[in-house]
C-alpha cells in the first residue's frame, strides 16, 4: 500500500515547516509528498524547495481554493491511496501507519477519516470524524470532547479532508472534490457521493494529527473566533445549501424540512448576534439559492444507499452521538 500525502498551501510559511518535517518522521515514509501552492505570495515555496523532505511542487499562479489545489495533487499522485493533510496541521509520527493498517484491515472501505487534536491542548478533539444531521449542518464528531473518549474505530458520515485518507479509486470514480466549492464543506459533498454509491468512512483513532484549525489567512473582515471570519461564514453558508441542492433527493428534503428550516434560524440567529456576520451569511444563502437549481441537475434519486445515509443522520443529531 502506497500512499501519496497531498499538502494544499497558502501563503503558510509560518506553518509548512514543521507540517512537512512530521511527515519527514513518519514510522511509515510516504509514496509521494505533493504540495500544491495556491498563489502564495510569501516565501512557501522557497521553503518547500529547501526542504528535506523534497516533496513535488505544484505552483498555481493564483489562489484557486483548496478544493481545486486538492484536484490538481490528485492527477499527479501515482499510488494506491491518497492521504490530505492541511498546511496548519502536524502529522503524530504514526499517522502514516495507522492510516495504512487502517486500508487494509478494511479492503471494502474508501474513506478513512484521521483523530484531530487541538493543537493548542492535545487532550482535546478538534475532529474524530465529521457527522452530518438532519438540518444540513456538518460537525466535527466529538469536538472539545477529551480525547481518551476516542479510541476505537467507528463509522461515520465522512472525513474531514484536513487530515483523511481516500482510495485513490475513489476519487479517480468521483471525479475528485467539486472547485466551485472553492473552500468548506467540500470533503462533505464528496462523502455524501461517495455514500451514495454505496461507499462508507471509518474513523482511526491512532491516527492522529495536531490541527491549529483556520489558520490560513484570508483578505475579509476578521471575526471573534478564526472560523468566524466574512469570507469563511459566507463559503460556508453558500456550500451547505450546495451539499443539499447537489447531494438530497426530493424525498428527504421534504422529510428533513422542518430541521432544515429551524437550522437555518438557529445558524442566523447565531450570526446575527453572537458572530455579527449576519451580512456574510445572508450573502452566502442568497448565493446558494442562486446556485440550487444548477445543482439540482446533479441530485441522485432516492436508493437503497440512502436508508444508511438516513440512518448516519439521525445518529448526528443525537445530543452525544458516538
Not at 44 to 56: F, K, N
Not at 100 to 129: C, I, Q, T, W
Amino acid at each position: 500500500m502506497q500512499i501519496c500525502v497531498i499538502i494544499p498551501n497558502y501563503n503558510g510559511e509560518a506553518l509548512l515547516g514543521p507540517c512537512l518535517d512530521s511527515i519527514l518522521a513518519q514510522s511509515r515514509p510516504p509514496g509521494q509528498v505533493i504540495v500544491v501552492d495556491n498563489g502564495s505570495t510569501d516565501r512557501s515555496r522557497e521553503l518547500v524547495r529547501a526542504h528535506p523532505l523534497a516533496p513535488v511542487l505544484i505552483e498555481l499562479d493564483r489562489n484557486l481554493g483548496f478544493a481545486a489545489a486538492v484536484n490538481q495533487g490528485i492527477a499527479k499522485a501515482e499510488v494506491d491511496a491518497v492521504a490530505l493533510l492541511n498546511n496548519d496541521a502536524v502529522a503524530d509520527a504514526d499517522w502514516l501507519r495507522a492510516g495504512a493498517e487502517a486500508m487494509e484491515r478494511y479492503p471494502e472501505v474508501s474513506m478513512f477519516a484521521s483523530l484531530m487534536l487541538d493543537f493548542h491542548g492535545r487532550a482535546r478533539v478538534d475532529s474524530a470524524g465529521d457527522l452530518y444531521l438532519r438540518d444540513g449542518r456538518p460537525r466535527p464528531r466529538g469536538q472539545g470532547r477529551p480525547a481518551d473518549q476516542f479510541t476505537a474505530p467507528a463509522e461515520v458520515f465522512s472525513a474531514c479532508a484536513g487530515a483523511a485518507f481516500y482510495r485513490k479509486a475513489l476519487l479517480d470514480e468521483l471525479g475528485g472534490f467539486e472547485q466551485s466549492f472553492f473552500a468548506y464543506l467540500e470533503d462533505v459533498d464528496l462523502g455524501f457521493r461517495a455514500r451514495a454509491r454505496g461507499h462508507r468512512c471509518v474513523f482511526v483513532p491512532d491516527a492522529r494529527v495536531y490541527h491549529r484549525g483556520a489558520a490560513t489567512g484570508l483578505a475579509d473582515r476578521p471575526g471573534k473566533k478564526p472560523v468566524d471570519s466574512s469570507e469563511r461564514v459566507f463559503l460556508i453558508a453558500r456550500n451547505r445549501l450546495r451539499v443539499i441542492a447537489r447531494n438530497w433527493p426530493a424525498s428527504l428534503v421534504l422529510r428533513f424540512s422542518p430541521w432544515l428550516v429551524l437550522g437555518l434560524f438557529r445558524s442566523a440567529a447565531y450570526h446575527l448576534f453572537v458572530s455579527r456576520q449576519g451580512g456574510a451569511f445572508f450573502k452566502g444563502i442568497v448565493h446558494g439559492v442562486k446556485a440550487f437549481a444548477g445543482d439540482r441537475s446533479s441530485a441522485p434519486a432516492a436508493g437503497p444507499e440512502f436508508d444508511d445515509i438516513v440512518r448516519l443522520m439521525r445518529e448526528g443529531s443525537r445530543p452525544w452521538p458516538r
